[in-house]
């Protein structure tokens, strides 16, 4: 017979190990504000995310969204809700002459300037956690 202690050992160790094994982090959540504190509508694009893969294009994931006004040169702070690992995160430009986007240097890794030409701008943002990869979307109209 297996004695009472061990049951409960094998028990409180069934449960740790159940509730660690169901508890996967959700998508992280970003948020975009700009210097004049705006905070952008974020879409998301694409994930793969604990072996579950969507895929999308960031123009058409905003087309429907209204552009964040925001003036020349401006900084957009980039936000995720947990932080990604080091140095994974990036952004592309789209526009229609670059079918995979023009890649974009961030300041100090979290902030993207966007340009000093008025127009609408399409911006993704990608990170990499230990769960995967995950790509948002935002629209702004710089004027």
């Known amino acids: 017979m297996i004695p009472l202690k061990m049951l409960r050992l094998g028990l409180v160790l069934l449960l740790v190990m159940v509730i660690t094994g169901c508890s996967e982090r959700p998508l992280p ?3 975009v504000t700009s210097e004049s504190n705006v905070q ?3 879409r998301l694009v694409s994930y793969m995310w604990n072996h579950e893969p969507t895929y999308g294009n960031p123009s058409d994931v905003v087309k429907n969204i209204k552009a964040s006004v925001v003036s020349k040169g401006e900084l957009l702070k980039i936000d995720f809700d ?3 690992k080091e140095d994974s995160i990036g952004s592309h430009l ?3 002459s670059e079918p995979r986007g023009i890649k974009q ?3 100090d ?3 993207l300037k966007v340009p000093n030409e008025a127009g609408e701008y399409i911006y993704s943002i990608d990170a990499t956690w230990d769960e995967g990869s995950v790509s948002y979307a935002i629209k702004v ?3």
Request: aromatic share 10%; glycine share 0%; hydrophobic share 45%.
């Open 105 to 107: 240097e961030l300041i």
């Open 82 to 84: 947990y932080l990604p």
């Open 109 to 111: 890794n979290s902030n």
């Open 29 to 31: 959540k970003l948020k």
């Open 40 to 42: 952008l509508p974020v």
């Open 141 to 143: 109209k710089v004027e």
């Open 94 to 96: 789209w526009i229609e």
